[in-house]
């Protein structure tokens, strides 16, 4: 038998490209390949790519160009580019660099075993196209590996928002949900291999619409569907928009409880004018009112969200509206960006605010969302929360897991094993994580 070719994948990015790149090394895995931690040894070399920011796209060529050694001392290494960077620049990659042998946008990844097939015979082989078929249905000739405590299921792919900043309507496509049965089948295939826990995933996951036994089924409907999994504690979805946010999902955050009180909920601004000309089609005052009624039906909701500051044309009092929004809510963690123009994107071409300025506003707004984090996060020391543990600690005896507000949280003495859950008492609070001890 031949050695098996090995397989480097560099994922950048967000959860849903994670898990595509677990499909890619499984679907290649059916080639013969197995996956390698260094570049150095690798027959193939992928790089699953996000556009989603400049600086984000731009890594991809000084990546590829450090591979130009590798390639030289080894002309049979294969060398892809995958992800949303593939989608938006296609065949401009390969003119970029020519080092590239394979370029594959996000819903062509089940095509990759042909690809790899021709890349080797000497072909340059691009596929960027959105076919209709079910790609996640093609790759499923995945070995039963067993797996950790925590997975990713994707649910629901592509946007029809159209928020003037964002690629992803463009690099991921018009949105598309899977139909809850073959859905169910995943989460139950991987509870059988371990999996304890399982977020949904979605560039707009609350939008979720696929086609159930008695036709379409919210993503209430289809929580609920997986809340009757046996094995399967814990259920988290991300991530979701304000206006898709229904009444059987907040009240599902009440009643189910498999749930977990988590909700990433992106709001970007706080000013009603920017709002309006990022196109998102709701109110600072309108997120502030659902936020309200998320909490009455769980009030221990942990509320994450994503914030952009210095949008076109937003001015100190705009900026200002964000931190007041920010003070309403109380954020127990979010991720704030500096806006990055987005060539393609409707507000590209609009008056852009001065980088310095909009520099010191995300040094404000940040400074604000990390007090907030910290407070929400020491707000837990006394609490009894539940953790799910995912691997052992630096010191002896102790295991590191997840709350059910996903806060980490590290176990001294603990004679739990990985995939276990416990009740623990948190007894402090540190930079990052929280430290408790096992309660029974
Ligand atoms: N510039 C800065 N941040 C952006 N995001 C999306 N597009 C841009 C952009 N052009 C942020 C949004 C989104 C998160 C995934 O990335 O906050 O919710
Ligand atoms: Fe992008 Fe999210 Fe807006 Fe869709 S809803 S366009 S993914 S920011």
Redesign the pocket.
């Known amino acids: 038998m031949s050695a098996p070719k090995k397989l480097f994948i560099k994922t950048y990015g967000?959860q849903m490209n994670v898990y595509d790149s677990e499909r890619m090394a499984e679907a290649l895995g059916g080639e013969g390949y197995v996956e390698t931690k260094s570049p150095d040894d690798a027959d193939m070399i992928l790089l699953n790519t996000c556009h989603?920011?400049e600086k984000a796209a731009e890594k991809v060529y000084s990546e590829l160009g450090r591979f130009k050694g590798l390639k030289a001392e080894k002309p049979d290494l294969k060398i892809g580019v995958a992800g949303c960077v593939a989608q938006a620049e296609g065949q401009e990659i390969m003119r970029r660099q020519p080092l590239v042998d394979l370029v594959v946008g996000p819903q062509s990844y089940h095509r990759l075993p042909e690809m790899e097939a021709k890349a080797r015979e000497g072909e340059k082989v691009l596929d960027t196209d959105f076919p209709e078929e079910d790609k996640f249905e093609k790759l499923k000739n995945r070995p039963k590996a067993k797996r950790g405590p925590t997975a990713f299921l994707t649910v629901q792919e592509g946007c029809d928002k159209f928020c003037a900043?964002?690629?992803v309507p463009y690099t991921r496509g018009a949105e598309v949900s899977r139909p809850a049965d073959r859905i169910l089948r995943e989460a139950q295939d991987l509870v059988e291999r371990g999996v304890r826990e399982i977020t949904l995933l979605g560039q707009n996951v609350n939008a979720y619409h696929g086609a159930g036994a008695n036709g379409d089924m919210t993503l209430a409907q289809l929580i609920w569907e997986l809340d009757k999994v046996d094995g399967l504690e814990r259920i988290r979805f991300t991530?979701s928009h304000p206006n898709d946010m229904q009444d059987d999902l907040i009240e599902a955050h009440g009643t189910c409880a498999k749930l977990m009180p988590y909700l990433h909920l992106?709001v970007?601004a706080g000013s009603d004018k920017i709002l309006k000309r990022m196109n998102r089609a709701h109110t600072a005052e309108s997120y502030l009112r659902l936020i309200e009624r998320i909490r009455a039906a769980r009030p221990d909701i942990l509320i994450s969200g994503?914030?952009?500051v210095g949008f076109p044309e937003e001015t100190e009092a705009d900026f200002q509206a964000t931190l007041d929004l920010v003070e309403e809510v109380k954020y127990g963690t979010a991720?704030s960006?500096?806006?990055?123009?987005?060539p393609g994107?409707p507000a590209a071409e609009r008056p852009q605010v001065d980088p310095k300025e909009a520099d010191d506003r995300l040094q404000r707004l940040q400074a604000l969302l990390t007090k907030q984090q910290r407070e929400v996060q020491d707000s837990m020391v006394g609490r009894d929360v539940t953790v799910l543990f995912e691997k052992a600690g630096r010191f002896p005896g102790q295991m590191v897991g997840k709350s059910d507000y996903l806060h980490a949280v590290h176990v001294a003495d603990c004679d739990r094993a990985i995939g276990n859950l416990a009740r623990v008492r948190i007894l402090s609070s540190g930079a990052n994580s929280l430290a408790g001890a096992l309660i029974d």
């Open positions: 967000c989603i920011r900043f964002c690629v991530t992106p970007q994503d914030f952009i991720y960006f500096k806006y990055s123009t987005r994107t």
